[in-house]
């Protein structure tokens, strides 16, 4: 069923645009959606209507604004099934992840909703008597939330929930390979009860979205940029970002080690790189890059490795199956370059390369042993089912090795030594770190995200991207009925510095 979508601003239907047809992976002739791009104009439009709407939603109590998130979750809860059945039919994600995907938002939906009860400030003791210090957390106004499609609901939903949760109205670009699942998104968001304006959504390619926000911000109607994609967009999104002085929140690529250490548990290791090199078809930001296996059990790991990635089940995405087809063409097209990565003295397993025969965009799966630390696959993300593998010799190295493509994201250790454990974890340079578990695997309420290539150190989810979406007030009050001058109008109690016991 071809579905007929167009942007929403304000609550009204946006419908011009250039067309864009939003197609299904499995079965690239099938049309899920079409959809009208927007024009930069269009997209500066939207900021300024949000801009309008903001000051009004802020006045709202943010305990009532929590209402509306908890009607957000339990909307999306009753529709799980039919949401998690389009992110299946646009993007190929099986279906028992996508409804995973869709309880992510539920979740966090659950934790945001009892945080506009808190959002706390915080009382502080003033150097002078007759002052009380205060903070409090503003909304910055309006976000503009830029996606990837490759989570096209649940990433979404970890800057959409806390934005509007503390006070912010939004202005939404999702991926265009994802418009469907995104506009279905929106409409749960809307039948919360959301005034108009308050969330809008915009439907445009990269080149008009990077040119209405420069406009947006030039207007000084943006004040916060929530950016997922890949690093090198996201570089130049906090360029732009930067030159009007705004900040952004940049969530970015991988490159994502797996160090095994001679006492892991071989088989956990192997179930866990199977999950993360291959789940999504190896296109999460979390995704295994690269397994760094210790030499000892280098030759038995990959043994194991190669017997569990024959044995899976890649197919219809409806079906029970490790992956289905990659996101899209454009991923596939990229997909088969970074397949031309492979060198001489690679060991390519376990046999076929490339694209399956049929009309889905399915790829093989491909181990890479012997990759080296110079090499284009060891050092830069290959969004899609490929894995290398290197080895080492001492803990020290790995986490050399594991920092080495300069990305940040996600990491894995498996061993059954707690100091390797904790080592790995205080060398490693990602920003998030698991333990006999694999990269990927986020929770609602912990922080997510990198740094280096992966992001500019802003965390998602928990109490942590509060941060994001609110700023600090400081406030102080003096009622001492004078001028009361700070560092200069101290009390000094005089120590004797000269004691000795
Ligand atoms: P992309 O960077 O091509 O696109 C992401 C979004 O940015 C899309 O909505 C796109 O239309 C828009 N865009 C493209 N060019 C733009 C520009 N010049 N200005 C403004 N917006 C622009 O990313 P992709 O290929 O669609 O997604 C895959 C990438 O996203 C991978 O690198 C993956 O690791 C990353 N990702 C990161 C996270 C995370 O949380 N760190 C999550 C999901 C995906």
Same mark, same amino acid.
């Given at each position: 069923?071809?579905?007929?979508?167009?942007?929403?601003? =304000?609550?009204?239907?946006?419908?011009?645009?250039?067309?864009?047809?939003?197609?299904?992976?499995?079965?690239?002739?099938?049309?899920?959606?079409?959809?009208?791009?927007?024009?930069?104009?269009?997209?500066?439009?939207?900021?300024?209507?949000?801009?309008?709407?903001?000051?009004?939603?802020?006045?709202?109590?943010?305990?009532?604004?929590?209402?509306?998130?908890?009607?957000?979750?339990?909307?999306?809860?009753?529709?799980?099934?039919?949401?998690?059945?389009?992110?299946?039919?646009?993007?190929?994600?099986?279906?028992?992840?996508?409804?995973?995907?869709?309880?992510?938002?539920?979740?966090?939906? +659950?934790?945001?909703? =009892?945080?506009?009860?808190?959002?706390?400030?915080?009382?502080?003791?003033?150097?002078?008597?007759?002052?009380?210090?205060?903070?409090?957390?503003?909304?910055?106004?309006?976000?503009?939330?830029?996606?990837?499609?490759?989570?096209?609901?649940?990433?979404?939903?970890?800057?959409?929930?806390?934005?509007?949760?503390?006070?912010?109205?939004?202005?939404?670009?999702?991926?265009?390979?994802?418009?469907?699942?995104?506009?279905?998104?929106?409409?749960?968001?809307?039948?919360?009860?959301?005034?108009?304006?308050?969330?809008?959504?915009?439907?445009?390619?990269?080149?008009?979205?990077?040119?209405?926000?420069?406009?947006?911000?030039?207007?000084?109607?943006?004040?916060?940029?929530?950016?997922?994609?890949?690093?090198?967009?996201?570089?130049?999104?906090?360029?732009?970002?930067?030159?009007?002085?705004?900040?952004?929140?940049?969530?970015?690529?991988?490159?994502?080690?797996?160090?095994?250490?001679?006492?892991?548990?071989?088989?956990?290791?192997?179930?866990?790189?199977?999950?993360?090199?291959?789940?999504?078809?190896?296109?999460?930001?979390?995704?295994?890059?690269?397994?760094?296996?210790?030499?000892?059990? &280098? +030759?038995?790991?990959?043994?194991?490795?190669?017997?569990?990635?024959?044995?899976?089940?890649?197919?219809?995405?409806?079906?029970?199956?490790?992956?289905?087809?990659?996101?899209? &063409?454009?991923?596939?097209?990229?997909?088969?370059?970074?397949?031309?990565?492979?060198?001489?003295?690679?060991?390519?397993?376990?046999?076929?390369?490339?694209?399956?025969?049929?009309?889905?965009?399915?790829?093989?799966?491909?181990?890479?042993?012997?990759?080296?630390?110079? +090499?284009?696959?060891?050092?830069?993300?290959?969004?899609?089912?490929?894995?290398?593998?290197?080895?080492?010799?001492?803990?020290?190295?790995?986490?050399?090795?594991?920092?080495?493509?300069?990305?940040?994201?996600?990491?894995?250790?498996?061993?059954?030594?707690?100091?390797?454990?904790?080592?790995?974890?205080?060398?490693?340079?990602? =920003?998030?770190?698991?333990?006999?578990?694999?990269?990927?695997?986020?929770?609602? &309420?912990?922080?997510?995200?990198?740094?280096?290539?992966?992001?500019?150190?802003?965390?998602?989810?928990?109490?942590?991207?509060?941060?994001?979406?609110?700023?600090?007030?400081?406030?102080?009050?003096?009622?001492?009925?004078?001028?009361?001058?700070?560092?200069?109008?101290?009390?000094?109690?005089?120590?004797?510095?000269?004691?000795?016991?």
């Amino acid at each position: 069923m071809t579905r007929q979508i167009t942007s929403v601003i =304000g609550g009204k239907n946006a419908p011009e645009g250039s067309p864009y047809s939003s197609t299904n992976p499995a079965r690239p002739s099938e049309v899920v959606a079409t959809v009208p791009l927007a024009d930069a104009a269009t997209f500066a439009r939207a900021c300024r209507t949000a801009a309008a709407a903001q000051k009004e939603w802020a006045r709202v109590p943010a305990p009532v604004r929590g209402r509306v998130i908890a009607s957000i979750g339990r909307l999306v809860e009753a529709n799980t099934e039919s949401l998690a059945r389009l992110v299946t039919e646009e993007i190929g994600k099986p279906y028992a992840e996508a409804l995973g995907e869709v309880r992510e938002i539920v979740d966090t939906c +659950d934790f945001f909703l =009892g945080e506009g009860r808190r959002l706390y400030g915080q009382t502080v003791p003033s150097e002078m008597p007759d002052k009380n210090l205060f903070t409090f957390r503003v909304p910055v106004g309006v976000a503009a939330v830029i996606t990837a499609g490759n989570f096209p609901v649940a990433v979404p939903s970890w800057y959409l929930v806390p934005a509007l949760l503390c006070g912010n109205a939004v202005v939404w670009k999702p991926a265009e390979y994802a418009a469907a699942s995104a506009h279905a998104l929106y409409r749960l968001f809307a039948a919360a009860g959301l005034p108009d304006g308050v969330l809008n959504i915009v439907f445009a390619d990269g080149a008009r979205t990077y040119e209405g926000l420069d406009q947006a911000l030039s207007e000084g109607t943006v004040h916060k940029v929530g950016f997922t994609g890949s690093s090198a967009v996201g570089r130049s999104v906090g360029e732009l970002c930067g030159r009007h002085l705004q900040s952004a929140c940049l969530e970015l690529g991988g490159k994502n080690p797996m160090v095994v250490m001679p006492d892991a548990d071989l088989d956990l290791a192997v179930e866990g790189a199977l999950f993360s090199g291959f789940g999504t078809a190896g296109q999460r930001c979390t995704s295994l890059g690269t397994v760094i296996v210790h030499r000892d059990v &280098h +030759d038995e790991f990959v043994r194991r490795y190669v017997q569990a990635v024959q044995a899976a089940k890649i197919g219809d995405p409806n079906g029970d199956v490790l992956y289905g087809p990659l996101l899209d &063409h454009k991923f596939a097209e990229r997909y088969e370059e970074y397949l031309t990565w492979v060198q001489p003295h690679h060991t390519v397993l376990p046999g076929p390369t490339g694209r399956m025969d049929g009309e889905g965009l399915y790829y093989h799966p491909v181990v890479v042993d012997g990759v080296r630390p110079d +090499d284009r696959i060891f050092l830069e993300e290959t969004f899609g089912p490929i894995v290398g593998v290197t080895a080492f010799d001492s803990l020290d190295e790995a986490i050399e090795l594991a920092n080495r493509p300069g990305y940040g994201l996600s990491s894995s250790i498996y061993t059954t030594d707690p100091k390797a454990a904790f080592r790995f974890r205080a060398g490693v340079s990602a =920003g998030m770190v698991s333990v006999n578990n694999s990269t990927s695997g986020a929770e609602a &309420h912990l922080p997510f995200g990198g740094n280096g290539k992966s992001g500019n150190g802003s965390r998602q989810s928990g109490v942590w991207v509060l941060d994001q979406f609110t700023r600090w007030q400081a406030m102080n009050w003096d009622y001492s009925g004078k001028l009361q001058k700070a560092q200069m109008d101290v009390a000094d109690i005089t120590p004797d510095l000269a004691f000795r016991l």
